[in-house]
């Protein structure tokens, strides 16, 4: 056997044993993540709906149908990186990819204005406001706390702006992009997970409460 096939054969080994630790290890994450989430969503009414996205190991999603306001329904899912596969956990990696969660909620009513809200350099802004006659995106001088950018389409009432600096300023930390949309759902965040998990949920979601209480509504239904 020449060193090549010796090679081979280790990195073979290699391989397979970074399988099964990873997966273990995404197995046990994805039940802390649930067990930390759950609860805190629970905060903002009955959970209608629960289920693992593929296994344990992947990630899950929970919907809260019907609301405490500001919100009518919440959609919290979680997602874990892809860490059984070395190589494409590394690309991902170099990518920024990490474990997020991701909210997908509808208040009573529509916010009053549309709104993109990303990190300093986020490819995705940069697509939104994209040059051309047609593209009502602008990127907007408005600033909030952090390294934060946005982009807005017609005017945002001051109301929905104060209710981001508000958020921002305590779980802005671990925001990596905020949508607001008239269209349904008028609010998707996107987090990181591991930062989020070093605080209980409830307090998360309290926070959400309280900032969106009141000013983004056109009228309460």
Same mark, same amino acid.
């Given at each position: 056997? *020449? =060193? ?5 054969? +280790? =990195? ?6 970074? +399988?099964?630790?990873? !997966? ?33 190991? /992947?990630? !899950? ?17 979680? =997602? ?13 990696? =170099?990518?920024?990819?990490? *474990? ?5 909620? *509808? ?15 986020? /490819? ?15 990127? /907007? ?9 946005? !982009? ?7 109301? $929905? ?34 930062? $989020? ?5 409830? /307090?998360?979601? !309290? ?15």
């Amino acid at each position: 056997m *020449d =060193l090549g096939q010796q090679i081979a054969i +280790y =990195l073979g080994v290699f391989l397979l044993l970074w +399988y099964i630790a990873a !997966a273990a290890y995404n197995r046990r994450r994805g039940v802390r993540a649930y067990r930390w989430l759950r609860p805190g969503l629970a905060k903002l009414g009955p959970i209608s709906d629960a289920r693992w996205i593929g296994s344990s190991g /992947s990630g !899950a999603r929970l919907v809260v149908g019907k609301a405490d306001r500001p919100f009518r329904q919440v959609e919290a899912a979680y =997602l874990l990186e892809t860490r059984e596969l070395l190589p494409l956990w590394l690309i991902n990696r =170099l990518r920024g990819r990490r *474990d997020a969660l991701i909210l997908r909620a *509808d208040l009573r009513s529509s916010p009053r204005g549309e709104l993109e809200v990303m990190r300093r350099g986020d /490819s995705r802004l940069k697509g939104i406001t994209a040059s051309g006659e047609r593209n009502p995106w602008i990127l /907007s001088k408005v600033e909030f706390a952090g390294e934060f950018q946005s !982009a807005q389409r017609g005017r945002v009432p001051e109301p $929905l702006l104060e209710e981001v600096r508000i958020f921002l300023e305590t779980a802005g930390a671990c925001v990596r992009r905020m949508s607001f949309s008239l269209k349904s759902p008028h609010i998707i965040l996107e987090a990181d997970l591991v930062g $989020l998990m070093e605080s209980p949920a409830e /307090s998360f979601f !309290a926070t959400m409460q309280r900032a969106f209480g009141g000013g983004t509504s056109a009228e309460q239904a």
